[in-house]
C-alpha cells in the first residue's frame, strides 16, 4: 500500500467467499466508486470457479464509464494466497447450503416453531452457529498466519457469533462486524419527520442515533435531527401506525414480499420499552419470545411481516445465478455505487482518509456497562487511520434489559459450546433460546433432527 | 442497649408483621435460646389483635425451663411505637390474603400457566410484588424516620422486590433479606456425601459454599467439605438419582407432601449447566422457562413436584389459628430453638458478639461482575459488629447467565413499575417473565383479570 | 434556534466573562468565519464595561468583507439576561486579578517552589481553585435555573476543576472543558513527520490520536497518520533532539519567549514512558514531581522552557487593553477565522451539521478504566446532534499511573475541600501536590500566606 | 492428607526460607499449639545447614510437656523434595544479605533519603524488589511444578510485589501475602478504647475493621467494638495524643527503640484524612512524601519514631544465631504459642475446621473499584475450607487516593519492570518512589550506585 496524492493505491483486499453472487458484485460497485482508493481484490472461495466468474465480472467493472476506480479482481486457489499480505479482509460467506438452511428454518415448523429469517437466532441460528463456528476459526488462523496486522470486515451471520470466534481464536485480531439493519431504522426515522412534522429530505446520516444491543436486537436510547428529540416525534408516529402499520402496500412485487415489513414490532417494542427497536421486524421478532410475534404464520401476519422460506432463497439463488451469466457475459452491465453498505467508507476511515462514526460489533470494553465484559455487542464506533475505538453507549435501559442480556448470553454460550464441540452445551443454549417454547423432550427431539439433517458440516463435533 | 458481662442486654427488636402465626413463633423460640442477648420485641401488624394475641403466647415462653434468656413481647397499635428506638426491625408481612394469592397461583391455569408457589416470580410473584412494594415504601419511610440506624431483616417475599424496594426508598438503610433455601441445598449436599462417599453427620454448617443468583434462583459455584471437592461427589450422586428423583417416598403426611420434592429439578439443572441450583425445586422451577418443568400438572409430578394450591395453604392457616388458641390459652408449650434459621445469629453478629459468613440479599456493589450494579442479588457476606459487607462471588458462570440475567433485570423491572405506578410498565415485566410463554392478548387478559381480582390492594395504581 | 435551507439561525450565545480582551476576540472572528450558524451573542461579565465596549467591538465585525456570518453582540447586566434561553453557554472567566495570580505563582519561589504557569496545579493551581469553584458553583445554579438544557462550553481553568464543579453542582449539565494543548503536540508530531520521513505539510486534523489523562497532563497511547505509525517516527525524533531540544530559537520576540519551549520535556517523557506527553512542557513539568523539571529557574532552562512571569502578564495586559482600544474605536480592523480553537466546530456539530471527534474534558464513565467513574478526565468524545458522548481510551499505560492517578485524585479533593468550604482539607490537597516537595510545617506557613494573599476572594471559606 | 476425629493429620507443608531464625521458631511455636493439625514440615534454604539446624530444633519441640500437636521436621536439599506433595507452602526469604540490606537503606542516605525499614518502599524497597522478584518467579515455577494446587502464604517483603510476581508467573497458583501489621492498629484500638471510654481488655479479635489499601500502607474505614463506633473514640484519643505521642517511654532496652512508635504518624494521618492509617508509622512514613515525616533523622524523631540501622539488624542476628546454637543444643527449649500471627488459623481455615475473615493481600478483583483491577491489594477476606475470597471493602476514600493510587501503581510497575529484566523501566518507578525528592540526575547516580552495590543478585538484569 501507499498513498499518493492523498489516494490510497495498491490496497490488498482478501475476500473470503469471494464467489457470491450478490455481496461481491455490492463490493465491486462501493470500490468503483471510490476515487481515492484502488488496488487488487483477491476471491477466495471454496467455489473455486464461482470465483473465477467474479473475477471476470469484476474486471470488467472497470470498462464502465462511471468507474472512478479501476480494480483488479483475482481469484485464487488457497485462503493463503488471499490473505498474504492483505491490507483489509471481507468476510461474506453461507456455512452450508440453503439444503442445510432449509433444516434450520423450516424444521422446526413441526414443533410449532416458526422463524421469520432462520439466520442469527432461533433454533436455525444456532445450528447455523455450529456451522459457521469451526469456519471461523479456521479464517482466524489463518488470518493470524498471513496477515495478522489486517483490518477484518465481517458480514456474516449470525454476526455476533462469528465476530467473538475470530476473537476467541485470535485475541490480537483487528476484527468488526458490519451490519445496515439499524440504517433501515435511520430511514424509518427520516419517514417519521416527514410523516409528522414534514420535515422532507432528512438524509439517513444526518439522523444521528445512539445504539446499544447485539446485532439484529439492537436498540437506539437516543436519536436527533438537527435540534429536534426524535423519540416525541417517534411516538406520535407509533401511535399513528401501530394498528396499521407504516408502508406501501400495493405494487410489491413477489420478490420484496418476504423482506419487506409493516414495522408494526418495531412500534409495538417502542410503545412498550421506550427504546426504539433498530432491526427489521423479521430479526426483532425472533429474539422476543415466540409467543409474542411468531405464535403461528397468521400471528407474524398479524403484526405485518412474513416468514420468509428457505423456497424463495433457492428461487432467488437461481435468478442471481442468472445475473451472474449476464454479468459474466457482459450481457448486463454493473451500475455502480447504490449499497448503502458502509464497508467501503470504513475502510477509507481506517486508512485515514475521513473519520466515521458508525455502528459496529466488536467485544464490549464497556461501552455497555451492564453486559458482560468480552461479550460481542453492538454499538457506534469511532473509525480513523488504523483504529475503531467504541464510543461509550451507557447502558441498557432497565425495560429492555431482561430481553437483551439474555439474547447475548445464548450467543456466548453458544460460542462456547461450538468451541468446544460440546453438543450437550450446544442443547443447552439451543433450550434457552426465546423462540424456544416447547418441552424438553420435544427440544431433544428437535435438536437432534437438526444435527442429523446438517451433519455434513457438523463432522468435528463428538456426538 | 448495653453490653454486660459480653451479653447484649435491653435490645429493641421491632417485628412488622408480628401477628404472625408461624415464623413470630419460631423467632421466639431462637431468642429464648439465645443466652447473650436479651430485651423486647415490639409486635405490629395491621391485625392488631393477632399482635396481641402473640404478646401472651410470647411472654410465656420465658417461664418455660429451656428458656436461656427472658424476653418481653408487646403489641403496640403503631408502626412508630414498635420502629422508635429499635436496634433490629424484623419484617415479615402477608401482602394481602390467601384470597389474593388465590388469584395469583390459580388465575393462570385457566392459561395453561402453572405455578408450584407463586410468590416470587411468575405472574403470581409479580402480582404479590404489585402489592409488596407500596407497603415498603411506607415501612422504609418509617424506618427512616424513626430509626434509621437500625438493622433491617426482611423475611418477606418476594425477596429481591421488597430489598430492593427498602433501599430505593432510603438508601442508607441497613438492610438484608434472609432466606433458608441455600441451606437446605447444602444439607442435600451432606446427604450425597452420605451416599456417595459413606462420611455421615457433616454439619450444614461445615459445607462451605459460594452463592451466586437473585433469590430463590440461587447457584453455587463452589462446594467443599473439608477437603473435598463436593462437585464430583454430587455429580455421581447426580446420575446416580437423576431418573428416579433422591428423598424419602414413604408415610409422607399430607402436609408436607407440597413442599417435598425429589430434588430431580436441582440434579437436571446440576447436570445441564455444571453449577448446583441451590433452591427448592419448586422455586427452581418457576425461575424456569415454563414449557421445562411446569408445562402442566403432570409434567410437575414427572419432575418430582407437587403444585401447592392455595387452598391447602387456607386449610393449614385453619391449623396454625387453632394452634395459636392453644399456645395462647397455655394448652400447647412452645418448643425452643428448632427453627434453623439465621436470623438470630445474625443480630449476635452484628452485635459484635461473634463473626458470621452466609447468603444474604442485598445490592450489587461488584460481588457479582455481570450482573447490574444496585441490583438485589443473592451471595455470601460477612457479618460483624454493625457491618454486612458481600464476599466477592464472581462472575455467574456463562452456562446460567441467559437464565439469572433475565430473571434479575425482570425484578428490578417489576419494582420499577411499582414504584412508579406504572400498570403499564408492570405488564410488560409481566411478559418477560420466564414462565410466561402465551400469546400477548391472552397475557393481556390474564393480567388485568388478576390485577382486578386484587384490586383492593392496587387502589394506589392509576389504571 | 431554527434551520433554514441547511443553516442554523437565531442561535443565542451566552458568554461569560464576555468582557475579555483575548478570547472573546477570537471567538468573534470564529462565529464571522462560520457561515451555516448565525445569531446573537450574550456578553456577560462583572465588568460591565468591559463587556459593552465588547459588545461594540463585536457589532463592528460583521461589516468586515470577509463576515461570512454576521452576529449580533450584546452586553448585559444580569447573568440571567444573558443565560435566558441561551442555547450555548461559554465560560472563559479569569478567577481574581493578576494580583491574585501574581502571589498563586510567586508566593511559593520563598519556599524554592518555581511554577512555569501556576494556573492548574501546583500551589497556585490550588489557590486558583480555592477561588474559582464558588463561582463555578454560581454559574451552574444559574444555568439550571435559566436553560439547563444549554450545552456548556468551558475554557477556564484549572479546567478539571471547573468541569467537575459544574457537573457537581447540577449533574444533569450538559457541559464539557475545550484545550488546544493536544492540538499543539498533534502539530509537533507533524513535525516529526518532517523531519523523520520529509513527509509535508500533514494537517493536524489527519494526525489521529488516542487520548488519555487529566487536562494539562494528557498523554497519546497512539498517533497515525494515514498508515503510518508515528511512534517509531517520534522515537527517532525523540532521540535526536532530546539532548539539544526542537524548535526555532532565533528572532524570537520577546512575548513568546513565555511561552514556547523547545519539547524537551515531552520528548524526555515520552522516552521514559513510552506514551506521548501532550501539553505543553510548561503544563506537564508542573504535574511532575518538583525536582524534576523545575527544581529551580536553572532547572527550568536547562529544559529548554521558561517560568512565566506573573509581571509579563500585566504588561501583556497593556497591550491588550491597548488593542480594545483601537478595535473599539475602529483604528485597527479584526482578522477573521485564525484561531485554531475548536469551540464553534464543536457547537456546529451539537447542532447536527457535522460530525466531529475531539478531546475534551468530561467525568469519566469508564472511557479510562483504571480512574475513579466520575472523575473529570480528558479523552476523545464524539460530537454531534446534541450528544457528546467518550470514545473508550482505554487504561492508562501501567507506565505513567502513578503519576497520573495521584493528580487527578489531587484534583478531585480539591474540590471536595473548596465546594465544602474546608481549609483543612484543602491543605491537604494541598500537600498532595507533586510539585511540593517540602515540610509540613513550610507548607502550611505558605499555604496560609497564599490563602491570606487572596482573601479578598475566599470570603466564603470558614478559617 | 487425611481427616480424623475432626483433626487434620499427614499434612505436608514446604517452608521456603525454612533456615530462618526467627519467624521459623514462631512458626513451630504456633503448629505445636494447633491440636487439630497434624503433619510434617520439609524445610527448604539457600542455606542448608541452617535447614538442617531448624530440623533439629523443630523436632525438639514435639517433646515439649506444652506440645499439644507433634510434627515432623525435615530439611531438605531441593525445593522439589519440600513442595512434592505439599498441602500448605510458606515462603519467609530475605532477598540477599545485610550488606545488600545495608545498601538499600544507608546508600540513599548520602543525597538526604532517610528511610526508616527500607524493605518495602522507597529506593530501598525497590532494589530489593529488582532482587526478589526473579527468586519468586523461580519458586511460583516450582510451585506450579510440584504442588499446583497447595495454598501458599507468603511473608516476604516487599509483599505486595512478591504476591504480584507468584500470580504473574502462575496466574493459577492459591496464593496471598499474610501481615500483622493491621494487628497492631487494632490494638492500638483498644487502648483507645481504654484511655478514652475506661474499656478494658477489648480482644484484638473483637475490634472489627475494614482494610483497604496496599500492605503496609493499609487504612481502615470503619472500626467498630460491640455497638461502640470507633471513629468518634479514635478521634478524641488522636487530639489527646497528637503532639505528645503515646506509649510507653520508659525502661525501654536498646533493641525495642528501633521498632517501637510514639504512634505520632499514625494520628496525623487520621487527623488530615478521616481515616485511620494501619500500619506501623515506620512504615507508613515511608509511603508519603518524603519531606513530610523523613525529612532527616531529626524530622523522624520529632515523630516519635526511630530510623533502623542495618547494623542493628546485624548485631540482632548475632543474638538470633546464639539463640539458634541454644536451642540446637537445647540450652533452651522452644516456648509455645505466643507470636500472636494468623498463618496457622489460616490453614485451620482453609482445612475447614474454622472460618475466618482476616485482612490479606491478592489481586484486586473489585474489592476496591477504585483501585486497578488485579493489582495486588490489602483487604479482609474469607478463609474457609480451601477458600480465600475477598471482602467487599469499597472505593478508596477520596483523601487518601492521591497517596495509596500512586504507590499502588509504583508497585505494580516495579513488578513490571523486574519480570522484564528492564531497569531503564525500573528507574522510572525509582523515581515515582515517594520518597524520591532528588532530581533527576541526582536519582540516577543513587540508582546505578544501589545496583551497583547489589550486582551480585542482579546478574540477570541486563545493563
Redesign the interface.
Known amino acids: ?1 501507499r ?1 499518493v496524492n492523498g489516494k ?1 493505491e495498491d490496497l490488498k483486499i482478501a475476500y473470503i467467499g469471494g464467489g457470491s453472487r450478490g455481496w461481491a458484485w455490492g463490493l465491486m460497485s462501493d470500490l468503483a466508486a471510490a476515487d481515492d482508493m484502488s488496488g487488487s481484490v483477491y476471491l477466495y472461495d471454496i467455489d473455486l470457479e464461482a470465483a473465477k466468474r467474479n473475477e471476470v465480472i469484476g474486471n470488467k467493472v472497470k470498462e464502465l464509464k462511471d468507474c472512478k476506480s479501476p480494480w483488479d479482481y483475482k481469484a485464487v486457489e488457497t485462503i493463503g494466497e488471499a490473505l498474504q499480505g492483505a491490507d483489509f479482509v471481507v468476510i461474506s460467506i453461507i456455512p452450508g447450503t440453503f439444503d442445510e438452511m432449509e433444516s434450520d428454518v423450516h424444521a422446526p415448523e413441526k414443533y410449532g416453531i416458526y422463524q421469520s429469517v432462520g439466520d442469527t437466532t432461533g433454533p436455525g441460528g444456532l445450528i447455523r452457529a455450529l456451522r459457521v463456528v469451526p469456519m471461523f476459526e479456521e479464517i482466524a488462523g489463518a488470518i493470524k498466519e498471513y496477515c495478522p496486522e489486517a483490518w477484518v470486515i465481517n458480514y456474516t451471520n449470525p454476526m455476533t457469533v462469528c465476530v467473538k470466534t475470530l476473537y476467541r481464536t485470535f485475541p490480537e485480531i483487528k476484527a468488526f462486524g458490519c451490519c445496515h439493519e439499524v440504517f433501515g431504522t435511520q430511514k424509518l426515522l427520516g419517514k417519521a419527520l416527514e410523516d409528522i412534522l414534514q420535515i422532507k429530505d432528512a438524509q439517513r446520516e ?1 439522523i ?1 442515533v ?1 445504539v446499544v444491543g447485539v446485532n439484529h436486537f439492537t436498540w437506539l436510547t ?1 436519536a ?4 429536534i ?1 426524535l423519540f416525541p416525534v417517534y411516538r406520535e408516529f407509533a401511535l399513528k401506525y401501530k394498528d396499521t402499520g407504516f408502508g406501501e402496500k400495493t405494487d410489491e412485487n413477489w420478490m420484496n414480499k418476504f423482506f419487506d415489513s409493516l414495522e408494526m414490532v418495531k412500534l409495538d417494542l417502542f410503545l ?2 421506550g427504546a426504539i427497536a433498530a432491526a427489521g421486524d423479521r430479526h426483532l421478532a425472533e429474539f422476543c ?4 410475534y411468531l ?1 403461528n404464520p397468521d ?1 407474524a401476519h398479524s403484526w405485518g411481516f412474513k416468514l420468509t422460506p428457505v423456497a424463495w432463497r433457492k428461487e432467488d439463488l437461481k435468478n442471481r445465478l442468472a445475473r451472474s451469466e449476464r454479468l459474466y457475459k457482459g450481457e448486463e452491465e454493473m451500475v455502480i455505487n447504490t449499497t448503502g453498505e458502509e464497508g467501503v467508507q470504513q475502510m477509507r476511515s481506517l ?3 475521513r ?1 466515521l ?1 458508525t455502528n459496529v460489533n466488536i467485544p464490549n ?3 455497555i ?2 453486559l ?2 468480552g461479550a460481542v455487542v453492538e454499538t ?1 464506533a ?1 473509525f ?4 475503531v ?7 441498557l435501559p ?2 429492555i ?3 437483551v ?3 447475548c ?2 450467543q ?2 453458544t460460542v ?1 459450546a461450538a468451541v468446544t464441540r460440546n453438543l ?2 450446544a442443547f ?2 439451543f ?2 433460546d426465546p423462540n ?5 423432550d420435544e427440544a431433544k427431539c428437535l435438536f437432534d433432527t437438526m444435527v442429523d439433517n446438517t451433519k455434513a458440516y457438523l463432522t468435528m463435533y463428538e456426538r
Request: charged fraction near 20%; glycine fraction near 8%.
Open positions: 500500500m498513498y490510497a444526518d444521528r445512539n437516543s436527533q435531527y438537527k435540534n428529540d412498550k420499552y419470545p415466540g409467543s409474542w405464535k400471528t486508512l485515514g482518509l473519520d462514526v470494553y464497556g461501552q456497562p451492564n458482560p465484559l457506534n469511532h480513523c487511520a488504523d483504529s475505538r467504541p464510543v461509550f453507549a451507557g447502558a432497565e425495560s434489559y431482561p430481553l442480556s439474555r439474547v448470553g445464548v456466548e454460550l462456547e450437550d452445551l443447552q443454549a433450550c434457552m424456544m417454547e416447547i418441552g424438553l
